[in-house]
T-cell receptor, first 114, second 111 residues
Framework: AQSVTQLGSHVSVSEGALVLLRCNYS??????LFWYVQYPNQGLQLLLK??????LVKGINGFEAEFKKSETSFHLTKPSAHMRDAAEYFC????????????FGTGTRLQVTL | GAGVSQTPSNKVTEKGKYVELRCDPI?????LYWYRQSLGQGPEFLIY????????DSGLPNDRFFAVRPEGSVSTLKIQRTERGDSAVYLC?????????FGPGTRLTVL
């Protein structure tokens, strides 16, 4: 069984500031981990994924995440926020394998202010 | 347009009615998933197909919910005797391997 906890349902940062969105997971098997972004009235878009290769994963739009097994974490970061980054972000986990259901966190809404 | 498509984009129905939601996956993707996203929540798994068969239907909330994928491509999620609590966005995803690609969803409103 897998589960995901996203700390902070809302995060607000200034444009140009560091973005840090937290994700902790629980998994009884080696996990694959994902971050998805959802813009208003749109579907989920994959930002990045960890599939047991490099622990530091780089994704689209300047985002990256680091898999830390000892901390069971997969936090999402971006050095400098942009207004277009305002959206809902979801962390998800699945068991390692080719096809398996995703278990999502409750999401973090990122607000970017001037 | 090679992405996952879902129809209709919006569906408004009355309590007790039957609805069908359609998903057209990316061509060649063998796995297809249905999720439900309630307001302010993350998507919750409903059912997953590998080819034509349901490999995991553990997320279906009750026997009012049923899904088919008769030819291993298009899938239909069917909800009988709809209830107001069924109101949500229903998301479909397809994959070939571990990465899932999501459609835009169908927003179901039960009055």
């Amino acid at each position: 069984a897998q589960s995901v906890t996203q700390l902070g349902s809302h995060v607000s940062v200034s444009e140009g500031a560091l973005v840090l969105l937290r994700c902790n997971y629980s998994s009884s098997v080696p996990p694959y981990l994902f971050w998805y972004v959802q813009y208003p009235n749109q579907g989920l878009q994959l930002l990045l994924k960890y599939t047991s290769a490099a622990t530091l994963v780089k994704g689209i739009n300047g985002f990256e995440a680091e898999f830390k097994k000892s901390e069971t974490s997969f936090h999402l970061t971006k050095p400098s926020a942009h207004m277009r980054d305002a959206a809902e972000y979801f962390c998800a986990v699945t068991g390692a394998g080719t096809a398996s259901k995703l278990t999502f966190g409750t999401g973090t809404r990122l607000q970017v202010t001037l | 347009g090679a992405g996952v498509s879902q129809t209709p984009s919006n569906k408004v129905t009355e309590k007790g009615k039957y609805v069908e939601l359609r998903c057209d996956p990316i061509s060649g993707h063998t796995a297809l998933y249905w999720y439900r996203q309630s307001l302010g929540q993350g998507p919750e798994f409903l059912i997953y197909f590998q080819g034509t068969g349901a490999a995991d239907d553990s997320g279906l909330p009750n026997d009012r919910f049923f899904a088919v994928r008769p030819e291993g491509s298009v899938s239909t999620l069917k909800i009988q005797r709809t209830e107001r609590g069924d109101s949500a966005v229903y998301l479909c995803a397809s994959s070939f391997g571990h990465e899932q690609f999501f459609g835009p969803g169908t927003r179901l409103t039960v009055l």
